[in-house]
């Protein structure tokens, strides 16, 4: 608890430029949670050298995530916005916790599977101990809620059970995360491949829509959606790319799938492909406006990063001292 509120934590990597699916399905909804929990939203770059990055390309990437969080509407006054290496405790705590999980459980990670085996001449202990990180991040925070999507539930359960036998011999010293399930966000597909994930790594650029594409971009991508011979917009588990394209609507213009398919009754795909393009246009374009203003005001963004990693490392470093003290670290001498 920080001030009478429960702790929030998620992150993000910057690894690549974010999706609709990412803004749908994550970062809107978190804007509705920082009333209720004191929310930390992380840019976590020490997760993302697991993979080879290109120096500066991460270093820009990274700020544009940050930027983009408060573009989004986060309020970093309100939500603590700031990057993962800004705060040593998370690298310092995720060794002690290292010495807390096995390799036994680790090696069932699915993640840590599937990405051995897409970066296969680069199977490094890092990407093997990725979810220990995580579980630093989660507990020097004391978070009790985590939202994430289903591909990280595995790596919350295994966050709960390094908490779980920490405390089993030192005490209560970890709150216990629960994963976010309050009002889950839409799951948007791939417009290429309605069967697959809309991912930020496609390799078919127009199998995703960016945060930063331009409007011209967005109505020519859902132009191309992949849908079906039916001729009609109906919400079914038969016409997946159609009831893809419902889901997006509806996120973007809060009508109930319902609503949509009387509002196209007799009407063709072409004419419901542009609506759904327009209505994402009609997010993004002020989200990208004030993205570049934020841009472009330097000083602010860095006032945000040096005041927001000050106050992560006061809490951090809070839960850190404590875990030293017990593992049985000399005190500090002041
Ligand atoms: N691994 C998460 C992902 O790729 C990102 C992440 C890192 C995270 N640390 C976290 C999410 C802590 C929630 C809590 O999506």
Not at 68 to 89: E, F
Request: with cysteine; charged share 25%.
């Amino acid at each position: 608890m920080i001030d009478g509120k429960k702790v929030l934590f998620s992150g993000m990597q910057a690894t690549n430029v974010l999706t609709i699916g990412n803004y749908l399905g994550a970062l809107k909804n978190w804007l509705t949670l920082s009333d209720e929990y004191e929310c930390f939203y992380s840019v976590v770059d020490l997760h993302s050298i697991t993979v080879r990055q290109d120096p500066a390309e991460l270093r820009k990437r990274a700020r544009n995530l940050l930027t983009l969080y408060i573009a989004a509407g986060l309020d970093p006054k309100k939500n603590c916005i700031y990057y993962q290496s800004h705060v040593s405790a998370h690298a310092e705590l995720s060794w002690i916790l290292n010495c807390f999980t096995y390799m036994g459980e680790l090696n069932r990670m699915t993640q840590f599977k599937d990405k051995s085996a897409k970066h296969a001449d680069n199977i490094n202990a890092g990407l093997f101990t990725y979810p220990v990180l995580m579980a630093a991040d989660i507990l020097l925070y004391q978070a009790d809620v985590v939202p994430v999507g289903k591909d990280q539930l595995q790596h919350l359960e295994i966050t709960r059970d390094i908490a779980q036998r920490f405390n089993a011999i030192y005490g209560d010293v970890f709150t216990i995360p629960e994963p976010y399930l309050g009002k889950v966000g839409a799951k948007i597909m791939s417009l290429q491949d309605p069967t697959k994930k809309m991912s930020k790594s496609d390799d078919n650029i127009n199998a995703s829509v960016y945060l930063m594409d331009d409007k011209d971009t967005i109505i020519r991508k859902f132009k191309r959606a992949v849908t079906d011979s039916e001729g009609a917009v109906l919400y079914n588990d038969t016409q997946l790319g159609i009831h893809n394209l419902i889901d997006i609507y509806c996120a973007c213009t809060g009508k109930t799938p319902e609503e949509v398919v009387k509002e196209f009754d007799g009407k063709g795909y072409g004419e419901f492909k542009l609506a759904v393009g327009e209505s994402v246009a009609d997010i993004l374009t002020p989200l990208q406006e004030r993205f570049y203003a934020l841009e472009k005001d330097k000083a602010y963004i860095d006032g945000v990063i040096k005041e927001n990693a000050e106050k992560a490392s006061y809490y951090a470093t809070k839960t850190l001292r404590k875990v030293q003290k017990k593992v049985g670290f000399p005190e500090r001498i002041r």
